[in-house]
């Protein structure tokens, strides 16, 4: 069964930097697949889960508005890897930050979607 297991968050001054990682195991990839994502949500207390930033096939990135400029993705399609660097952060940051990914195969119609347990990043003063 396919796990992703998220690491590298923390508490971290406003206007600090944190790098989150995320590692993909148990992937079968031998028949390839029709769309694949890699990428980051964050939930914070009392709301709903958003998306940050995501990957398709490791190359067009998207990230929501509220982190342009500030967070940067990258993957790893082969080693079914995801990073975000988290640069001036801002108390409104502050959340349980989630990789996910998303497969469709061949066989598919809709796609799976896979998740991490999360990893904490709390930005305060």
């Given amino acids: 069964q396919v796990q992703l297991v998220e690491s590298g968050g923390g508490l971290v001054q406003p206007g600090g930097s944190l790098a ?3 590692a993909a195991s148990g992937v079968d990839s ?3 697949f029709s769309n694949y994502f890699m990428g980051w949500y964050r939930q914070a207390p009392g709301k709903q889960r958003e998306l ?3 990957l398709k096939r490791g190359r067009d990135t998207e990230y929501a508005d509220s982190v342009k400029g500030r967070f940067t993705i990258a993957g790893d399609t082969i080693k079914n890897t995801v990073s975000l660097q988290m640069n001036s952060l801002k108390p409104e940051d502050t959340a349980v930050y989630y990789c996910n990914m998303h497969i469709r195969r061949w ?3 809709a796609g799976t979607n896979y998740w991490g347990e999360g990893t904490l990043v709390t930005v305060s003063s």
């Fill in 107 to 109: 066989s598919e119609v």
């Fill in 20 to 22: 989150l990682s995320c």
């Fill in 52 to 54: 940050v930033a995501r």
């Fill in 30 to 32: 031998s028949s390839g």
